[in-house]
């Protein structure tokens, strides 16, 4: 079945720095790729996502890229804030499968 | 405006007792499922569900059960109620994949057990 790894599982960054979270999956067949982001206290929300036809999308401070060869796919925040501190998890829906393999999740603290 | 709905949204409660958690969406959406997360941590799938008269059991069943009689609600019952399910239950929904499988979730239930 599919597997999702996710890396730092931690990651303290200083306002203003950027902040990387990646992750890798196992099934070649996957052709979508979203991002949630959960703030304390809250339900997890999509914040972004990619298809497999393209390798990069932006929405304003946020981007995901992605490397269908080496089956990885990288959520990327720049000019961080405070309130981009939260728990971020990357996902990967099913293709023959049923259920959304979710990554570990990354908490993300960003340093006034 | 379409949501996912969970009630109770707090509960305390001693052990042994039974506790049905209550989920409903207005997305309309066929795909339901239950994770277990203590605050902050991996999401578990408990239970899900493809569509009506449809139940599978996740990575941690988690000596529970649910229910899909209708579309739009997904019970989740626990039978005898552990300090170890203390935890927070989230319910979500999504459409079938095609392009994309965006999930919806509920707001939680937090659960302690005494």
């Known amino acids: 079945g599919e597997n999702v790894e996710q890396h730092p599982s931690t990651l303290s960054v200083q306002e203003g720095d950027s902040a990387v979270i990646k992750c890798t999956y196992s099934?070649?067949?996957?052709?979508?790729f979203p991002w949630y982001k959960q703030e304390l206290g809250k339900r997890p929300q999509l914040i972004i996502d990619?298809?497999?036809?393209?390798g990069e999308k932006k929405d304003q401070r946020i981007a995901v890229t992605l490397n269908k060869t080496a089956k990885h796919f990288s959520l990327h925040i720049t000019e961080t804030q405070p309130e981009d501190s939260a728990v971020y998890f990357c996902?990967?829906?099913?293709?023959?499968?049923?259920?959304?393999?979710f990554g570990a999740g990354t908490r993300l603290f960003v340093k006034a | 405006e379409a949501d996912i709905y969970q009630t109770p949204r707090y509960l305390v409660i001693g052990t042994g007792k039974k506790i049905t958690l209550e989920c409903s969406q207005t997305?309309?959406?066929?795909?339901m499922y239950w994770y277990q997360q203590d605050p902050g941590m991996e999401l578990h799938l408990i239970h899900y569900?493809?569509?009506?008269?449809?139940?599978e059991k996740g990575d941690l069943s988690s000596e529970s059960t649910v229910s899909r009689i209708r579309t739009e609600h997904f019970p989740l019952t626990l039978e005898s109620a552990r300090p170890s399910h203390t935890s927070q239950y989230l319910c979500?929904?999504?459409?079938?994949?095609?392009?994309?499988?965006?999930?919806?979730f509920g707001p939680g239930t937090r659960l302690l057990v005494l």
């Open positions: 996902a990967v829906p099913p293709t023959g499968g049923f259920k959304t393999i």
């Open positions: 979500a929904s999504s459409e079938w994949g095609g392009a994309g499988e965006t999930q919806y």
């Open positions: 997305m309309g959406h066929d795909k």
């Open positions: 099934d070649s067949a996957s052709n979508y």
């Open positions: 569900s493809y569509g009506v008269n449809s139940t």
């Open positions: 990619i298809r497999s036809n393209v």
